[in-house]
């Protein structure tokens, strides 16, 4: 996971150079207006002055937010710059936190939920120096699954009950400041209990508009040295939008361009080449729908049974 880990709880510290590291060159287009609006909330937390932290406390406002959105829309990216930022602009006594889900949960009785009340623990330790956390729980449907559909391992019941009552203690104040982003691609199937408690709900999908889509194709063609022209641009965006394409899976078709490139070289044609991709790579939306399809109908044939 290339961070801190502490003993057993799970908890991973990550550096901010290993951050910037992954979001090098990064940048996240359609999305603006939701990272400034997110950047601004979670500035607003960092420098609260006690009549602002009254505020808070006046309307339960906990510096939690839950980001959802099909798979390749650009969640985890969009915390790994959200904390660049906020180290950057607002303050550099932050630190970037994780839970590893994998490490929390334990098979045995209760352990799960231990080691999720221990990462808190660590958590408040760490930031007991006066520092902040920017606290990132990745894939929450791991153990968040809402109870009245699936009945769950009692493990994974139990942490959750955790997660609540660890979601209940975040409270602003002027000494220690978490702000806890959570991350789904199943928000509908997350307990109401959890979703209800994080204070800033957001669904993430650029659903890119004209101006976004050619700016973010400029952007992936100027490593390769390719200049779309005006017409083929608008090819592109009638099979973008056709094909339902997630921003990610515009990225990964010119990570496979870039293969061809450096494989091919001058053998290729990139143009021709982009519009095969456009046309036949992986759209995420096409797989959901086959997949969800395929789960949907088999949940049919179970319950007809
Ligand atoms: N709106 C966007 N603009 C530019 N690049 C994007 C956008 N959305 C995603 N990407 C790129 O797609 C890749 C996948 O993004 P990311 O891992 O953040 O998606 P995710 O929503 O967290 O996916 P998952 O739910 O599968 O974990 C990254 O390289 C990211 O930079
Ligand atoms: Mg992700």
Known sequence: MGGYIYETSGLVQISHAEIEKRIFQHRLFGLDSLQEHLFQFCKAVLI???ERIQDFIFYDLAPSILLYGSPNTGKTTLCNLLFDRLKKEVTNEINFYTIDIGKM???ALGQSSRNLEEAFEDLRKACSDGSSAF???DELDSFC??????????????AMTTLILELD????SSTRKLILCGITNVEDLIDTAVVRRFSLKHFVDANLDWDDFRCYIEYLSRPIK???QDQD???LYDIYKGRAFKSGDIKALYKTLLIDVICEGKKISIRDNLFKLFKEGFSTSEHLAKTYGEFANGRQRMANR
Not at 145 to 158: F, G, K, L, T, V
Not at 169 to 172: K, T
């Open 233 to 235: 641009l608008e090819q």
């Open 226 to 228: 390719y200049i779309p």
């Open 135 to 137: 606290l990132v729980l």
């Open 169 to 172: 203690r975040l409270h602003p």
């Open 105 to 107: 949960l334990d098979p």
């Open 48 to 50: 609260a002055d006690s």
């Open 145 to 158: 699954m809402s109870r009245s559909r699936i009945q769950e391992h009692d493990a994974i019941r139990r």
